[in-house]
């Protein structure tokens, strides 16, 4: 999505429409966070058998899957931050700015190192994908608030409103989700493991459709076009 973005953000930043190509980028990372809100309360309910069916076979067992689904369920987490900040940076690299942001990633990099460090030594190798998503976070922070500050795209321009349904949105189909994967008999066929994933993502999008159509949400709109 950053990739496809660039050409337009680049267009409407060398016509000089500042006012239009901040709406833009706004809108755009309002768009694709509430997206990867959503999907990432489906990766999250349903992280066992998507890693099940991924991995587990040969040596990888089931005990395998259930460690392995942990870690993707925190990396998935962060879905939003490494989403939204690949929008952020071309936002930089349209305005001819190729610098800033490399040196913004590199000093986040230097100071996530002890964070890496703290948390493995306080949660042991969960702690590493907890870190993970703290320096994505740091880094899609620190790209906003750069923008912010140059005064090209402002912070209070984006649709914070529409980001919180879609965070609310997206607990209720966690946890919906969730609750039809529990509720779902495991066992150790690949087709059991193929339906605990369908009813998982069912009742996901039930979930999604009846809060996004509840909370008013605009994203509805876009889904429909």
């Not at 998935?76 to 939204?84: D, E, Q, R, T």
């Amino acid at each position: 999505v950053g990739v496809a973005s660039l050409p337009f953000f680049a267009r409407l930043y060398s016509e000089n429409k500042l006012n239009e190509f901040a709406a833009t980028v706004n809108g755009s990372v309002a768009k694709l966070g509430q997206l990867s809100l959503l999907v990432s309360a489906w990766m999250m309910a349903a992280a066992i058998p998507i890693v099940d069916l991924a991995f587990r076979r040969g040596k990888f067992d089931y005990a395998d899957t259930l460690g392995t689904a942990l870690f993707f369920s925190w990396f998935a987490l962060a879905l939003v931050f490494w989403s939204v900040q690949g929008l952020y940076a071309r936002a930089f690299y349209a305005s001819g700015e190729t610098v800033r942001p490399m040196i913004a990633a590199t000093l986040v990099t230097a100071c996530s190192i002890p964070i890496y460090w703290f948390f493995q030594q306080r949660f042991g190798i969960p702690g590493l994908a907890i870190s993970s998503n703290i320096a994505i976070l740091l880094h899609t922070a620190t790209l906003a608030l750069m923008l912010h500050t140059r005064g090209l795209v402002s912070l209070a321009g984006l649709d914070w409103r529409e980001l919180l349904k879609a965070l609310a949105v997206s607990l209720f189909a966690f946890l919906l989700g969730s609750w039809a994967g529990a509720g779902f008999i495991y066992g150790e066929g690949r087709w059991l493991v193929v339906g605990k994933l369908v009813m998982i993502s069912l009742t996901w999008l039930a979930a999604v459709l009846a809060g996004l159509w509840l909370t008013k949400s605009s994203l509805l709109k876009l889904l429909r076009r």
